[in-house]
């Protein structure tokens, strides 16, 4: 297995496990995991060409750009909103988000508009959250604006790519924005023996 399969794969680790324990009451941070897990997973798969399917990979990519970053924002944004705590809500806002996505990208040819939605997201939780001396979120947003940057200007070294920056800075915002979410009680994670 390469590199490139490897952080994909850890990626997607790191996004199924939040997606997994993050707090019941924050469903969509949990779904836009989902969905950033989703598409690191059909990456480490395509990376590893254990079965390659570039299409799916690009399409389920461009669905985290548009729709699991923006939800990971208004988690953080607006953690107190319908949309942050109540799941149909969630759910209401990730179709629409992704028909436009889908609208926008492919039927329209604006191929910018995923790359724009995801940088404007991680760009919302380090603000919202450097307003409110969040330092956790903040930092984690940051992680996320530097590992977009550091992929769309195409940084690169003698041992990583920018895919490869992406995928190490967006698990390390991800693992961040769950220390994050740990504040947002919910259904415990672990239950007392007994209980």
Known sequence: MNWAAFLDGLLGVV???IAWRAPRSLPAL???CF????????????FSALLPLPSWHQFVSMLGAGVGLPLLAVSVVLPESAVARQRRFAWILAVVMAVACVLISLVAQIKLWPSVCALLAATAILIASTTRKDWLAATAGLCLLLALLA??????TASLRPGEFLHMGMALGLLLLWR???RYPGETQSRPSGS
């Not at 969905?35 to 395509?46: D, E, R, Y």
């Not at 992929?151 to 690169?156: C, I, L, M, S, T």
Request: hydrophobic letters at 60%; zero cysteines.
């Open 15 to 17: 996004a199924f496990g």
């Open 30 to 32: 949990r779904l836009g």
């Open 35 to 46: 969905i950033l897990g989703t598409a690191a997973v059909l990456g480490a798969l395509k």
């Open 151 to 156: 992929f769309a200007v195409k940084v690169e």
């Open 180 to 182: 994050w979410s740990g």
